[in-house]
């Protein structure tokens, strides 16, 4: 049986771009991660040199930053991967690109429109919006109906699954709030909330929690895998205590979450034996993005106990971008480098490319955590900001041209 790619689809990047879930999906997040970071680069720039006429948007700025970030960038990765590996996981039928292309086209149309639209056009930031959970629905259906007809529905399916439900209840909270203002603004808010906790933090601790073991085990000799059982549903219980706490105004009880939260986070990174895991460095970028976690919620519980017995919070906004930039961002990269070599037929290696920007990632992680300590703020989030482009743009170029190209070894895919 030839399994070879035809010279027809190697020829043709839309044909190219159609062969996979992950080519069109991944492909789009390029584009998101540096679309709206552009924006927002620029927005954070206005406030801190005065550019009197730079549009604003007609929500609260870092809410647009945040609903974009975490329902579009973010996410658009997270379909591409779950199309790609949910059928794998649980012994279900592949996802075909009638059903993964609109979900790519709608999530980044969306996106496109919402960023947009917060140059001070709210009828565009409210259609990409819209247009956004037109795909959400779609890429959750899709989902849904691989689970469906799987014959081994495990709890890592489940729980993705769970989370992308969150996601979209979160979305569509803000679309919601967006078309009423007459609604509490905490309607929104919980929507950012939702997006942090109930949704993007479960998807990723929950492929951690399956893959960071199984790519130890294959690339490290005598390495034993350890998936407990029971952490998955204790981090979503403590997950969404932290949400309610926090949306019922009851900051100073939000370290009974977080400490036990690091203390879970600690002990998965220590059991999956990091120092084991230093060789090849494709893997070794895989556990030193998952330090990031249980250093975030150090940090939170940290400034959760200052605020319990002093009423201050000292961090400011450390944690998140610990959590944000160090943890997402990191293991993004980590793990898209990962998918993307695999299925076109590249060696299992970290390229000098992805190297570069998982180093400076690094760097912008600890210049955003900065920004809270004091000085010129906005000043250092500029920085930051000019910081994520620099480091993801040869990614970004890099990944885009792999995605369009036929794989490697000829096969299809």
């Known amino acids: 049986m030839d399994t070879s790619t035809s010279p027809a689809v190697a020829s043709d990047p839309a044909a190219l771009l159609a062969a996979a879930p992950h080519r069109p999906l991944f492909l789009a997040g390029t584009v998101a991660v540096l679309l709206t970071m552009t924006w927002w680069t620029l927005e954070l720039a206005s406030l801190r040199f005065g550019w009197a006429r730079w549009p604003q948007p007609t929500v609260p700025p870092v809410w647009g ?48 429109l919402g960023t947009l639209g917060l140059l001070g056009q709210p009828t565009l930031l409210k259609l990409g919006l ?51 203002p007459a609604l509490p603004a905490a309607l929104g808010w919980l929507s950012v909330k ?10 990723y601790f929950t492929v951690c929690h399956r893959m960071l073991p199984f790519f130890s085990k294959n690339m490290v000799a005598g390495y034993v895998m350890w998936r407990p059982v029971w952490s998955l549903p204790v981090v979503w219980a403590l997950l969404l205590a932290h949400v309610l706490l926090d949306w019922a105004a009851l900051p100073q009880w939000l370290w009974v979450c977080d400490l036990p939260l690091a203390a879970v986070f600690a002990l998965h990174w220590l059991m999956w034996k990091p120092w084991r895991c230093l060789r090849p ?14 250093l975030a919620f150090v940090l939170y519980s940290v400034q959760d106990l200052a605020f319990a017995l002093r009423g201050e919070h000292v961090l ?16 993004l990269v980590a793990m898209v480098t990962r998918v993307t070599h695999g299925h076109s037929g590249r060696p299992l290696q970290m390229h000098p490319v992805p190297w570069l920007c998982f180093a400076l ?27 994520w482009l620099l480091a993801f743009l040869p990614w970004v170029l890099r990944s885009a041209w792999i995605y369009l190209t036929p794989r490697t070894d000829g096969r299809p895919g």
């Open 130 to 180: 819209v247009l956004m959970l037109a795909g959400y629905l779609a890429g959750v259906g899709t989902l849904a109906q691989v689970m469906a007809k799987a014959t081994d529905r495990n709890k890592h399916g489940w729980s993705c699954l769970a989370a992308f439900g969150v996601g979209t209840l979160g979305l569509a909270a803000f679309v919601v709030w967006l078309f009423d």
């Open 361 to 387: 990632l690094q760097l912008v992680a600890f210049v955003r955590i900065r920004a809270e300590l004091g000085g010129d703020r906005y000043l250092w989030l500029v920085i930051a900001g000019a910081g």
């Open 194 to 203: 939702l997006g942090t906790f109930g949704f993007l933090l479960p998807v």
């Open 316 to 331: 400011g906004l450390a944690p998140l971008h610990a959590l944000a930039i160090g943890f997402f961002g990191s293991m």
């Open 281 to 294: 460095g494709l893997l070794a970028v895989l556990h030193i993005a998952f330090a990031w976690l249980p």
């Open 65 to 112: 930053h945040a609903v974009l970030i975490q329902y579009g960038l973010f996410p658009l990765f997270m379909f591409g991967f779950l199309m790609t590996t949910f059928p794998r996981w649980m012994d279900g039928p592949s996802v075909p690109p009638v059903r993964y292309l609109p979900v790519a086209g709608g999530v980044l149309g969306g996106y496109v």
